[in-house]
């Protein structure tokens, strides 16, 4: 069987929409176009990481409503995979 991974950034127009997260709105579209997803990659960091000195795990942090987001994808049965990006080594460090 073939497996769609979708990358997707965060900020997609079909993903989230006047600050909302808009789930059903994206699956539904994956649906009409590729047959569904079996799982989406969520770009947080890029393309703002390192325009100031928060991590890509401060970023993440700062993702309102991604346990919500994440639920909603799940719920459709759609497993989420969240980016780790190794190259991230001048922004701050982070904490112990």
């Given at each position: 069987?073939?497996?769609?991974?979708?990358?997707?950034?965060?900020?997609?127009?079909?993903?989230?929409?006047?600050?909302?997260?808009?789930v059903d709105r994206f699956l539904d579209d994956?649906?009409?176009?590729?047959?569904?997803?079996?799982?989406?990659?969520?770009?947080?960091?890029?393309?703002?990481?390192?325009?100031?000195?928060?991590?890509?795990?401060?970023?993440?942090?700062?993702?309102?409503?991604?346990?919500?987001?994440?639920?909603?994808?799940?719920?459709?049965?759609?497993?989420?995979?969240?980016?780790?990006?190794?190259?991230?080594?001048?922004?701050r460090p982070a904490e112990a």
């Open positions: 069987p073939t497996t769609l991974t979708p990358q997707v950034m965060i900020h997609d127009r079909l993903l989230s929409r006047r600050g909302a997260w808009t994956a649906e009409a176009r590729y047959g569904g997803v079996d799982s989406v990659l969520l770009w947080h960091s890029y393309p703002n990481i390192g325009v100031d000195d928060r991590s890509q795990f401060d970023m993440l942090n700062d993702v309102e409503g991604l346990a919500d987001a994440v639920a909603a994808f799940r719920a459709r049965g759609v497993r989420v995979l969240l980016p780790f990006n190794p190259w991230d080594r001048g922004t």
